[in-house]
């Protein structure tokens, strides 16, 4: 049960940036509701429904450990020079060349993950055979048109606090 659990959270956050996610327009705020991670669990589900082999969920197990290993630091370092600026108060000298620095860093660094996630997509896509592929495709099809049908549904059906 534990090594199911692990391969489902490294398969979950291997997929976690699907080329749907990455190019679907959020709304606004989409994005915000799901959460900083996006569909995970979707792409999570899709990965247990291509029937991987031992083989592939070793290698994407090893993909995405691999992965973020690499993007440990790079990460750790923007939380760093966050916590730092969020202890600063807006009347100390640097704050604002602090703001500037950390808004650059941020965007730099976005940048970088959305990079490194279409990366390791391509390098799981590579696991997997023709006929997982052409699931996979067919799979993320049917939760594109889903998403659509709730799109509409709520478009038609607003919140009190939207109309």
Not at 23 to 33: I, K, L, T, Y
Not at 72 to 98: I, S
Not at 114 to 131: C, D, F, G, N, S
Not at 133 to 160: C, E, G, I, S, Y
């Amino acid at each position: 049960m534990r090594k199911n659990t692990l391969l489902g959270l490294a398969l979950a956050s291997a997929m976690a940036v699907s080329t749907l996610a990455i190019a679907a327009p959020s709304g606004h705020g989409e994005a915000g509701r799901r959460g900083h991670h996006g569909d995970r669990h979707g792409q999570m589900m899709m990965l247990h429904k291509l029937n991987l082999s031992d083989a592939q969920r070793a290698r994407i197990k090893q993909i995405v450990s691999s992965s973020r290993e690499q993007n440990k630091a790079p990460r750790e370092a923007l939380q760093k020079q966050r916590r730092a600026f969020e202890a600063m108060t807006p009347d100390q000298a640097g704050y604002q060349a602090a703001t500037a620095s950390l808004a650059q860093a941020a965007g730099q660094e976005a940048q970088a993950r959305v990079q490194q996630m279409a990366h390791l997509r391509a390098q799981i896509y590579a696991v997997l055979t023709p006929a997982q592929q052409a699931q996979a495709a067919t799979l993320q099809a049917q939760a594109q048109a889903r998403r659509q049908q709730w799109q509409q549904f709520k478009a038609q059906h607003p919140r009190p606090s939207e109309q």
